[in-house]
């Protein structure tokens, strides 16, 4: 293998090209490197491949450190693409969305966007029926979230990707000069491993995650909802109206919220009788996960029967968002050309909960403040594989 590292400073996009250019699109035959390659507030964009010894290729844009690809092997040895997403960056930077990005600073919703840190109370960007969500994404003004930012790639091999973002202290509304890092490695057993890290210069507040979009069907005008889904988690944390967290943490036990044993998610999504379908317009819910930060055990798996293809989810993290694409409303189209309708995709973000900002002294509830001197570190793997 490769390990030649090639840092960000003085970095060529011409000599990563000629380096890595060659896997890109190799097997999708729908992406351009080209296509990746603009100026966007004043940082170049580019498409990296990663790849294993068995074929599987991740590729990722330093625009959101997005993944934009996941190809990987079905039953019948057909590479196919595991998440939505956008074809070029023109897409990625005019049309809104959360496609494969690297959400921060606090991923999820902060209650009214307000946050409050040794008695001095912080206004964060309201863009979601009053709530700050996902560090107040939104491509105007910039800069609000980093999954609309430019990172900058310090290092990479043929396998492995590290991008840094350095966020200034009120940014967003949020105290404190945070340098953050997200790397992907891809292991040669299918595994791709995503880790996060942050570092302040005040007290503030972190909770990174990945937001892609999963369909792992071939043909990705199929929604989702014949994908199995396990969730290793016997409780939720339910929402109101607005799709805030209460401060209540619920059993699924008897209750469509239960994917302690696989399910199809379509089998109870449509049960509006049942107040948090009703609100949530589907899945958009926190699990609180039975896993209690061991990435060693599985914390969800999502399984196509249509292509045999299934992913599975570790992570340190204490909860999981399960997002059903409920808004997905076929304004955009994917890679394949199709239309992104409702549920062609679905989301496995592993995160602290909802508004822990406002609710860490509640029983079960973690905290995400991060201060001076403390590393923050998240860590995901999506296992890739076939049945």
């Given at each position: 293998?490769?390990?030649?590292?090639?840092?960000?400073k003085?970095?060529?996009?011409?000599?990563?090209?000629?380096?890595?250019?060659?896997?890109?699109?190799?097997?999708?035959?729908?992406?351009k490197?080209?296509d990746?390659q603009t100026?966007?507030l004043?940082?170049?964009?580019?498409?990296?491949?990663?790849?294993?010894?068995?074929?599987?290729?991740?590729?990722?844009?330093?625009?959101?450190?997005?993944?934009?690809?996941?190809l990987?092997?079905d039953?019948?040895?057909?590479?196919?693409?595991?998440?939505i997403?956008?074809?070029?960056?023109?897409?990625?930077?005019?049309?809104?969305?959360?496609?494969?990005s690297?959400?921060g600073?606090?991923?999820?919703r902060?209650?009214q966007?307000?946050?409050?840190?040794?008695?001095?109370?912080?206004?964060?960007?309201?863009?979601n029926?009053?709530?700050?969500?996902?560090?107040?994404?939104?491509?105007?003004?910039?800069?609000?979230?980093?999954?609309?930012l430019?990172?900058?790639?310090?290092?990479?091999?043929?396998?492995?990707?590290?991008?840094?973002?350095?966020?200034p202290?009120?940014?967003?509304?949020?105290?404190?000069?945070?340098?953050?890092?997200?790397?992907?490695?891809?292991?040669?057993n299918?595994?791709?491993?995503?880790?996060?890290?942050?570092?302040?210069?005040?007290?503030?507040?972190?909770n990174?995650?990945?937001?892609?979009?999963?369909?792992?069907?071939?043909?990705?005008?199929?929604p989702?909802t014949?994908?199995i889904?396990?969730?290793?988690?016997?409780?939720?944390?339910?929402?109101?109206?607005?799709?805030m967290?209460t401060g209540?943490?619920?059993?699924?036990?008897?209750?469509?919220?239960?994917f302690?044993?696989?399910?199809?998610?379509?089998q109870?999504?449509e049960k509006?009788e049942?107040?948090?379908?009703?609100?949530?317009?589907?899945?958009?819910?926190n699990?609180?996960?039975?896993?209690?930060?061991?990435?060693?055990?599985?914390a969800?798996?999502?399984?196509?029967?249509?292509?045999g293809?299934?992913?599975e989810?570790?992570?340190?993290e204490?909860?999981?968002?399960?997002?059903?694409?409920?808004?997905?409303?076929?304004s955009?189209?994917?890679?394949?050309?199709?239309?992104?309708?409702?549920?062609?995709?679905?989301?496995?973000?592993?995160q602290?909960?909802?508004?822990?900002?406002?609710?860490s002294?509640?029983?079960?509830?973690?905290?995400?403040?991060l201060?001076?001197?403390?590393?923050?570190?998240?860590?995901?793997?999506?296992q890739?594989?076939?049945?």
């Open positions: 293998m490769n390990s030649t590292k090639i840092f960000a003085g970095l060529l996009f011409a000599a990563i090209a000629v380096a890595f250019g060659s896997c890109c699109g190799s097997n999708d035959g729908s992406l490197q080209e990746f100026t966007f004043g940082q170049e964009t580019n498409l990296f491949t990663l790849t294993n010894k068995y074929g599987m290729e991740v590729k990722v844009t330093n625009f959101g450190a997005r993944i934009v690809a996941i990987v092997p039953k019948n040895g057909n590479m196919v693409d595991c998440v997403g956008f074809k070029n960056i023109k897409d990625y930077t005019t049309q809104p969305s959360d496609f494969g690297s959400v600073r606090y991923a999820n902060i209650n966007g307000k946050i409050t840190i040794d008695g001095t109370e912080y206004q964060l960007p309201q863009n029926f009053g709530h700050c969500l996902h560090g107040g994404c939104q491509l105007e003004p910039f800069p609000q979230g980093w999954q609309n430019v990172y900058t790639v310090k290092e990479m091999t043929e396998n492995s990707i590290t991008m840094e973002l350095n966020s202290d009120g940014e967003a509304g949020f105290p404190g000069n945070v340098v953050a890092t997200v790397k992907y490695t891809l292991y040669n299918d595994a791709l491993d995503i880790r996060w890290t942050a570092t302040t210069d005040k007290k503030t507040f972190v990174m995650t990945n937001h892609s979009y999963f369909n792992l069907n071939p043909d990705h005008s199929m989702i014949n994908h889904l396990t969730l290793n988690a016997s409780n939720f944390t339910p929402c109101d109206d607005t799709y967290t209540e943490i619920l059993p699924v036990a008897g209750t469509p919220m239960d302690t044993k696989p399910k199809a998610i379509g109870d999504i509006r049942y107040a948090q379908l009703e609100y949530g317009n589907g899945y958009d819910h699990w609180v996960l039975d896993t209690k930060g061991d990435d060693t055990e599985c969800a798996k999502l399984y196509s029967p249509v292509s293809i299934y992913v989810v570790y992570t340190n204490p909860g999981i968002q399960f997002y059903s694409g409920n808004f997905l409303d076929g955009g189209r994917g890679k394949q050309g199709q239309k992104m309708k409702q549920r062609t995709g679905c989301c496995l973000e592993t602290k909960f909802p508004d822990t900002p406002n609710k002294d509640l029983p079960g509830w973690p905290s995400a403040l201060s001076p001197g403390e590393v923050y570190y998240s860590h995901c793997i999506y890739f594989g076939v049945e």
